[in-house]
């Protein structure tokens, strides 16, 4: 009995891939005319009774959808050559970087830690509750300190500010790693040691490739944290260059510019679902074929 | 037939095993095991569930280390010879790893011993042929059928030749049909290869079509109720299944097992 390949033919692909661009597209129509409806139903209700809203429909608290739209190629800043778009372009990339970089710190602590607790009962029973504990921790607390750290040493800015996003993406990493690790069944980790495998063979040929179902959820979550880690840590840190700095620049000159800050926002949306769709390329380039275990 | 072999493939000795000894969920699971298997014996483990048939296996693979007695695989302890890899594996789950494909599941021993890539494909094209599975070295597992994926399985246990092949239900999972066929290829692989098999089974026809002998357990603590000699010869054919032989001592281990109170 052999059953097709998954996925189906490179034809049904393409077209599932374009009824998913047109379910995005309309999404966004929808949600653009439920904020212009809103802005003009709030309109009327503001008319006759004032401040009974939670949310002013004005131009200033909602910009026009057009107005956000069309700040994205309007100039920077008036006489500038550089249009909105590049700049934030150029931002998404600065914090892209950290939050990659933050992104292989977390994978690589998370899996460091998930293997040494998978060794040792000792040690799972002993750091478990230190890695809860961690996310109990704010960022925005955390991250000056790391900041410091990182100034007082030859880090530098970047480095600690991937280290923030690394403290958000290590947990995800660690949890289910460790749990994919201990995912073998009991017969499968008899055959390895029939045939005499020694504990790290065992790890690399079975423990590891039978984590990858349970890594891959993870890594989405963690490259999804990495960007919010990176914005806060530069929004903390104060460092130019990236999307968090731009983010707060919009927001205290938001009386002349308001749609400006919108697009910021959604350029760092943008950015987030990039990784996102990075992360889960890499798991369909990885996992294809394979099926699953019936 | 075994008269050339100085030692027995195995020798256990007074084996028992206790779980959680010195504890009140002390479970003794055997008890006073002796059994001599002789080299390219084929021996059939068969009792109710709770008579340690499982156990006695895995410590014959030195998965599990007996509280009391001596186990002996070649003339070594069951310790060295899992180091040497002196026996394969085959379970009632296939257990292929989902992310090989069927070659490289076959291979995985093969990996694992260090072999050289060449050596490994020369070997797992040689083995699927052999499981009659030429053309499904470069499929993944979940697209072949139980039979097909437990047939990659007993490929995969005999790929380093091992003299020794230890079998924990390995065709419960199949259908009845695809079941003696099963029977009937395995016989006539080891008897090609010329390996010992210690056969654990829930039926009392494939155990009797298999075997030269039945070893018939009883329940807590398991010990050996009786041995059943299954002289059918080395030859065995689908014809074998209706021969007097075959009946009378089919009927001669489903008494034991009545005897020992319980369906199998």
């Known amino acids: 009995m052999v059953a097709a390949a998954p996925g189906g033919s490179a034809e049904s692909v393409g077209r599932r891939w374009v009824q998913t661009g047109l379910l995005v597209a309309a999404a966004l129509a929808f949600a653009s005319l439920l904020w212009e409806g809103y802005k003009i139903v709030g309109g009327l209700i503001e008319d006759r009774w004032p401040d009974v809203l939670p949310v002013g429909p004005d131009d200033l608290t909602m910009p026009h959808v057009w107005e956000i739209a069309g700040s994205f190629i309007e100039p920077v800043q008036r006489g500038s050559s550089e249009i909105l778009a590049v700049s934030l372009f150029k931002a998404a990339g600065f914090t892209l970087l950290e939050a990659g970089l933050g992104f292989l710190i977390g994978t690589v602590v998370g899996l460091g830690l998930a293997v040494l607790m998978l060794r040792s009962t000792w040690l799972d029973r002993a750091l478990g509750p230190w890695i809860n504990i961690s996310q109990t921790v704010p960022l925005i607390a955390l991250a000056p300190i790391v900041v410091t750290w990182g100034r007082t040493t030859f880090l530098g800015d970047t480095v600690s500010v991937a280290l923030i996003a690394a403290y958000l993406t290590f947990f995800p990493v660690a949890v289910n790693g460790l749990a994919g690790l201990k995912s073998p069944a009991p017969e499968e980790l008899e055959l390895m040691r029939s045939y005499a495998a020694t504990w790290s063979k065992t790890l690399f040929a079975l423990r590891l490739p039978a984590a990858r179902p349970y890594l891959f959820p993870a890594f989405k979550l963690a490259a999804t944290l990495s960007v919010v880690g990176a914005i806060v840590g530069e929004i903390s840190a104060g460092i130019r260059g990236g999307l968090g700095r731009v983010i707060l620049d919009y927001a205290g000159r938001y009386t002349t510019g308001p749609e400006k800050l919108y697009a910021a926002v959604i350029a760092a949306a943008l950015l987030g679902l990039f990784v996102f769709g990075m992360a889960n390329l890499a798991e369909a380039r990885v996992l294809r074929g394979e099926g699953r275990e019936s | ?264």
């Open chain 2, 1 to 264: 037939m075994t008269m050339l072999t100085p030692v027995p493939a195995i020798s256990i000795q007074g084996v028992g095993k206790t779980f959680n000894p010195d504890s009140d969920e002390q479970v003794v699971a055997l008890d006073g095991i002796d059994l001599d298997v002789e080299a390219t014996e084929f021996v059939s483990l068969i009792g109710p569930s709770g008579c340690g048939k499982s156990t006695l296996l895995r410590l014959i693979a030195d998965l599990v280390t007996p509280t009391a007695g001596t186990i002996e695989v070649f003339g070594k302890s069951a310790h060295q010879a899992r180091l040497d890899r002196d026996y394969g594996m085959a379970f009632q789950s296939a257990g292929l790893f989902s992310w090989r494909k069927v070659a490289r599941n076959i291979e995985l021993p093969l990996e694992l011993m260090g072999w050289s890539k060449a050596d490994r494909e020369a070997r797992s094209a040689e083995m699927l042929e052999l499981v009659q599975l030429p053309e499904f070295g470069n499929h993944y597992p979940w697209q072949l059928s139980g039979g097909m994926q437990q047939r990659v399985a007993i490929a995969r246990a005999l790929s380093f030749k091992p003299r020794l092949l230890l079998m924990d239900e390995p065709f419960g999972a199949l259908d009845e049909m695809t079941r003696e066929h099963m029977q009937n290829e395995l016989l006539e692989l080891v008897s090609e290869v010329g390996t010992t098999v210690v056969f654990i089974t829930h039926s009392i026809s494939e155990a009797t079509f298999l075997s030269n002998r039945v070893v018939v357990l009883s329940p807590r603590p398991g010990r050996i109720h009786d041995i059943i000699d299954v002289p059918l010869g080395d030859h065995r054919t689908e014809d074998t299944r209706e021969e007097e032989t075959y009946f009378k001592c089919a009927t001669e281990v489903r008494e034991a097992l009545r005897h020992v109170g319980a369906s199998p």
